[in-house]
């Protein structure tokens, strides 16, 4: 059973910078494509990035383009998603999936971790 679990969420002040990190068991996350979610308070869950099975392709939402890259790490089978620049507006819950499908879309995403809290405050 493939498992997901997120770190690295915390809080930091506009402009500042944090590094996510999704650790992956059950499978390696180099067979799965990789990606990131994040949900705000009253808001529906919104697409951040993605990261092909064999890191040859990333998606990432207009929102997030040029300040936030994800990387993989094969040995330690983890992904990263690396946040620079952050807005208050990056402030929700983020989470990992993975699946079979480099899609932007939540549903074809097989698993989930369980969430990390980013706060960007002013």
């Known amino acids: 059973q493939v498992q997901l679990v997120e770190s690295g969420g915390e809080l930091v002040y506009t402009g500042g910078s944090l590094r996510l990190s999704c650790a992956a068991s059950g499978l390696p996350s180099s067979s799965l494509n990789m990606g990131w979610f994040r949900q705000a308070p009253a808001k529906e869950r919104e697409f951040v990035a993605v990261?092909?099975?064999?890191?040859?392709?990333?998606l990432y939402a207009n929102s997030v383009k040029g300040r936030f890259t994800l990387s993989r790490d094969n040995a330690e089978n983890t992904v990263w998603l690396q946040m620079n620049n952050l807005k208050p507006e990056d402030t929700a819950v983020y989470y990992c999936?993975?699946?079979?499908?480099?899609?932007?879309?939540?549903?074809?995403?097989?698993?989930w971790g369980q969430g990390t809290q980013v706060t960007v405050s002013s």
């Open positions: 990261l092909s099975r064999r890191s040859r392709s990333t």
């Open positions: 999936a993975a699946g079979g499908s480099f899609s932007a879309n939540s549903r074809l995403y097989e698993y």
